[in-house]
């Protein structure tokens, strides 16, 4: 079972901070990410709330909700 998980500590103050900078981060590099790479972005941001900015999926959930395969979710930087 692989599960996405970082230990970092908590960057953002609001939800609404970390949606800007997911936002941004797509918009300033949109050229250089894959269709699959922004979607998991996005799945990824829409499930980290609590603490804010952090979000724990499986990879097989991840890929459920993108639409795509699990050794495509384990590949996206």
Known sequence: M?????????????VEEMDQAVSN????NASELPVS???ILRVIA???FTPIG????KFETIAQKVGCSRVTVSRAD
């Open 2 to 14: 692989n599960i996405i998980a970082t230990h970092r500590p908590n960057i953002f103050s609001s």
């Open 25 to 28: 981060h797509i918009y300033h």
């Open 37 to 39: 790479n922004r979607n």
């Open 46 to 48: 829409a499930h980290a």
């Open 54 to 57: 952090t979000a724990r999926l």
